[in-house]
């Protein structure tokens, strides 16, 4: 039966006994990477109908053909946690998005503020990033890259009822902790390494879509950007989620 | 009095007026590549005697003398977190380091289980990467980085009042929460990319030195080596930071 332990993401239904094909660069990983055979078995994802254990019913260098079999996992519902980052230089942009993925936001919504330093981002390499952070770490979706957006364009379409949680490097706010409700809509958002501006930080709290609102502190300790994404999210996320 | 962000680790007592000498590299640091003069402020700690606000007194290529002026912050009991990990590849290995230190890990204890693949570490240079860390996250200490010890040799040498945490990839334990006592002696454990084996596991809870040990989940997602590492330590000390 092969290894089972090859999980991929597909954007087809699961269903049992629906063929599906898989896409150009998995048959190649597929194929010449892993070397399957015809009757080996995979587990297939595709954020909605759950993880499936899948065979193999024809495979060349270039295509692919998966049979579902049976459902392993059913979709759960995840948390619904938007991470809205401050766009950092690619390595510590592409950390980011697997770490994030890994720990579990919903989105991914690169930003730009005023001391931003970046200001590209190759989103179809992110988004391979992600599918790869969740083929391996068991999630069942894949987060949403969305293409950056100046601050001031995601706060004026801001959706009221979403909590947001502001790291705040001046260490002053009180200790972020994951809300009550594991479910509810929520927001961690992070600065760049030159930090939030005062008018940035008072311009949130007082724009009229973010109702929901709160300056957090990540420690006692000055965290470089990305530290303060990955800790972020493993205080909101990680300890959460197993209450 | 240029820029007054430049903050280093000295091994030198500081007191006011008691001139110490700048490392070589520190040197080549401050004299060719930050181009500071004598004149010039910085910023000074030894992980003993708190942090000093200093002036350059002397410069050239290779050395460099300062005089501590006044003490800037009191030297604070950072929590008493040891990090224990499987070794991991270099690249991860480094990433580990940087953010440990980041987060307030006291000790990292680089450690080889059955499944660990890496076996080879650069001390001085995992030293060099937590001292970079601590002088920009303003920690006032560098953790100690110890050589790489078999997990057995660990355990026998273990000290027994010193709770342990660890970081099961099985995903069963109860969540990781911050001990009650934000300076009682603790050790966060993880294991290396292919999980702990059960005889680990087992032999770590039935070990007679071991008698405060805790298997802990840090998600319903199985985290790579190195996130499980930052995500954990976060647990631990940066939701407590402010307790």
Redesign the interface.
Known sequence: MGDPSIRLFVTSPLQAGVELAASEAQSHYLANVMRRSAGDSVKLFNGRDGEWAARIIAISRKSVRFEPLELTRPQ?TDPDCWLCFALLKRQKTD?VV??AT???ASVIQPIITERTQADHVNLDRLRAIATEAAE????LMVPEIRAPLKLAALLNAWPSERQMFIADERRDG????PPADALQPIALMTGPEGGWTSAELDGIGAHPLVSRCSRV????????AE?AV??????L???????
Not at 217 to 224: E, H, K, V
């Open positions: 759960e950390l697997e770490k890994e720990l579990g391996q770490c068991e999630r009180p200790g972020l902790r502190s990540l420690g006692t300790r000055i965290l470089r530290t990955i800790a972020g999210l493993a205080l996320l990680a300890g959460s989620s197993q209450e």
